[in-house]
Nanobody, 115 residues
Framework: QGHVVESGGGLVQAGGSLRLSCATS????????MGWYRQAPGKQRELVAS???????NYADSVKGRFTIRRDNGKNTVYLQMNSLKPEDTAVYYC?????????WGQGTQVTVSS
């Protein structure tokens, strides 16, 4: 298993935007689907966006039309562009492959959206 490092979170007002980055180590990135997950306080971790090795994407209904996932295989990095943020998007955001998880979980990056 490889490692991931998430970055790009922060405090933003409702309606604002953030771009998250997830840098990965190892040689498995380009052949695997990747996903962005989030976990809000007191809630289970949920998958919000995923992208296959062929760049097909899928989104949770709660973020569809507002979030965009993309990947750069040359940099072993996956991104999450988040627009029109809402207070309910507040969570720690993580990246990993869809189950079975092929990376150790990182520390995540905190996103806080104020109303």
């Amino acid at each position: 298993q490889g490692h991931v490092v998430e970055s790009g979170g922060g405090l933003v007002q409702a309606g604002g935007s953030l771009r998250l980055s997830c840098a990965t180590s190892g040689s498995i990135f380009s052949i695997n689907a990747m996903g962005w997950y989030r976990q809000a306080p007191g809630k289970q971790r949920e998958l919000v966006a995923s992208i296959t090795s062929g760049n097909s994407t899928n989104y949770a209904d709660s973020v569809k039309g507002r979030f965009t996932i993309r990947r750069d295989n040359g940099k072993n990095t996956v991104y999450l562009q988040m627009n029109s943020l809402k207070p309910e998007d507040t969570a720690v955001y993580y990246c990993n492959t869809p189950f079975p998880y092929r990376y150790y979980w990182g520390q995540g990056t905190q996103v806080t959206v104020s109303s």
